[in-house]
């Protein structure tokens, strides 16, 4: 089926660095969203983006975060500068269209661990 | 807001057992109900979904029935395999303000020993 990649699958950090993580959605995708999962907790919602906007975010996508998709390349969440609390898994994930009988197609995640 | 809580893992079974994950939900509105399932070392993929109360949905012998009144979506396999072996998401997402927003349960991890 439709393949999204994430890079890089781990990354090690220090506290009050930046950071950014990498998606490649499926090609031709027009709808890309991010989630957080912290250890043993769920998969939560941060954002979604469309046609180079975000179209909504929850409380958790905090000021330090932005997200871009310049001229169709990686869909990039940035985190700056990184605090402990945003040790987790991030997924991305693309869809072809918006609305609530779509299907997410995810990545595999990339575990972020600040120290 | 929206919430869904699903059977708490892990959850062991042998082949050939059967197989129930509990699922509710609370939203306002009218959602389409999900079951993903990830497998080691990947992403969440779609198992199936259902968009209207009262039907069922159904997958690789896994399925669900959308129960509205009861605000249910328990998952069922008669018979799982070693190869079922996964964490399961139930999910719902509403009719929101753009785009598609899935609010998860925690997951239930299976594990199926030969």
């Known amino acids: 089926g439709p393949k999204v990649l994430q890079i890089p699958s781990h990354q090690i950090i220090d506290m009050g660095q930046m950071v950014t993580l990498n998606c490649d959605p499926v090609s031709n995708h027009l709808y890309f969203y991010w989630y957080k999962q912290i250890l043993g907790q769920q998969m939560e919602f941060l954002v979604n983006f469309y046609n180079g906007k975000v179209m909504e975010k929850s409380k958790l996508f905090k000021d330090q975060f932005s997200v871009e998709r310049p001229d169709g390349s990686y869909f990039t969440l940035k985190i700056q500068p990184t605090a402990l609390e945003d040790s987790a898994v991030y997924f991305c994930?693309?869809?072809?269209?918006?609305?609530?009988?779509?299907?997410?197609?995810f990545g595999a995640g990339t575990r972020l661990s600040v120290l | 807001g929206d919430s869904v809580t699903q059977t708490e893992g892990p959850v062991t079974l042998s082949e050939g057992t059967s197989l129930t994950v509990n699922c509710s939900y609370e939203t306002k509105q009218y959602p389409t109900l999900f079951w993903y399932v990830q497998y080691p070392g990947e992403g969440p993929q779609l198992l199936f979904k259902?968009?209207?109360?009262?039907e069922k949905g159904s997958n690789r012998g896994f399925e669900a029935t959308y129960n509205k009144e009861a605000t249910s979506f328990h998952l069922q396999k008669a018979s799982v395999q070693e190869s079922d072996s996964a964490v399961y998401y139930c999910?719902?997402?509403?009719?929101?303000?753009?785009?598609?927003?899935?609010?998860f349960g925690i997951g239930t991890l299976l594990s199926v020993k030969p």
């Open positions: 259902v968009p209207k109360a009262n």
């Open positions: 994930a693309s869809s072809l269209a918006a609305g609530y009988q779509n299907t997410l197609y």
């Open positions: 999910a719902l997402s509403g009719y929101g303000s753009s785009g598609n927003k899935l609010i």
